[in-house]
């Protein structure tokens, strides 16, 4: 483990337990990605830690040194690590010191955490194994619960009268429980996963979905699937239904991302990186493998390869030939912008 004060990472946050006392999730209301040393040595001081790689369940008396010192620091962090401290759950820190696989719940939660608050960018954290370490929770109007003890809180909250709403069964939450970034609207808030990156400026309707690890890096509209891992840039547009393809879904290690200001019409798919100002008409589905009639302005053919060979080339426009069955590719010759009105989210 490194001993060193320069952590990469740090969260102060609300830990659910399970009956066992096992962190099932962690809200983190303010994570930071490079504290920096004097930060990071001044936590560890108040607490008597050392700045290494942990978990560390606060008592009552570590969380009052912790508010102490910040209190001369970050006083926005302290009021709101006193505010935790008041609600009777279990606080915890965890500190990641170099990013490497994550090993426990609470340091996949800061992770998450980072990516949803737009501190780091999709694909820039070190997320393997994420998936196999989070369990799978039921969650409620009443917050995350174990499943094995989901039946015995359900039959208590009858008894007393009220209901328990299941929400959701996922190894996720979704990202509006823990954070809602600035200048976005999402239609359907259990359609976008915390570890979502929104880029301002993004509208997810209805049908839209975003996956963890995945998102827009600016203004984008999103009605259909951006799958885990996918990243999409500036200005683009993803149809009704559509989708692309994940990493996590038989996309194999190969990122697939959409560029800027590219339209992926209602019903299409993508499976290879597409490059800025590119077209993808509706119904039309093209994979990495897929092969493509690549044709000149004249709409003459040139020659036939597989998309892959296209990945990241701006200006093209790929479309199925409704005779043939053929899927073309040309130079996209026509220009695509997003509705300003529908992207303002004041």
């Known amino acids: 483990m490194s001993s060193t004060a320069n952590l990469h ?9 399970n009956s ?67 609600s009777g759950k279990q606080l915890i820190l965890t500190m990641i010191a ?31 194994g994420a998936f196999a370490i989070l369990p799978t929770l039921a969650w409620t109007n009443e917050g995350a619960i174990a499943m094995q003890e989901l039946s015995a809180r359900q039959l208590a909250a009858r008894a007393a009268g009220r ?5 959701s069964v996922d190894k996720f939450p979704r990202m509006s429980d823990y954070v809602i970034p600035a200048g976005v609207r999402i239609a359907d808030t259990a359609r976008v996963r915390l570890g979502a990156y929104i880029g301002e400026g993004t509208t997810v309707m209805h049908e839209g979905f975003v996956n963890f690890n995945a998102g827009t890096l600016g203004t984008a509209m999103i009605e259909g699937r951006i799958s885990a891992g996918v990243i999409v840039g500036d200005g683009s547009d993803l149809g009704g239904g559509c989708s692309t393809m994940g990493t996590l879904s038989g ?21 290879f990186p597409l490059g800025d100002r590119c077209i993808i008409e509706a119904g039309l589905y093209v ?15 040139i020659s036939i390869l597989k998309a892959r060979a296209l990945a990241g080339k701006p200006d093209l426009l790929f479309r199925r030939n409704s005779q043939t069955g053929a899927v073309e590719c040309k130079t996209n010759q026509t220009s695509m912008a997003l509705n300003t009105e529908l992207h303002n989210n004041n």
């Open 251 to 271: 996309g194999g290690t190969e990122i697939i991302s959409v560029g800027e200001n590219c339209l992926i019409g209602a019903n299409a798919g993508l499976g």
């Open 98 to 128: 170099e990013d490497k696989a994550p090993g426990t719940v609470a340091e996949v939660y800061l992770k998450l955490h980072l990516l949803s608050h737009r501190l780091s960018k999709p694909q820039t954290l070190n997320l393997q």
């Open 163 to 167: 209901t328990l709403q299941v929400n």
């Open 20 to 86: 066992a006392g096992e962190v099932i999730e962690v809200f983190y209301p303010r994570p930071l990605l490079a504290p920096g040393t004097n930060l990071s040595a001044g936590i560890c001081s108040a607490l008597s830690c050392p700045p290494t790689d942990q978990v560390l369940k606060l008592s009552a008396a570590q969380c009052q040194n912790l508010i102490g010192y910040l209190d001369t620091v970050l006083p926005e962090h302290s009021a709101e690590i006193s505010a935790m401290n008041q």
């Open 9 to 17: 990472s740090l969260g102060i946050g609300l830990a659910s337990t």
């Open 287 to 301: 994979t990495a493998g897929t092969k493509v009639l690549l044709l000149d302005r004249d709409d003459k053919p």
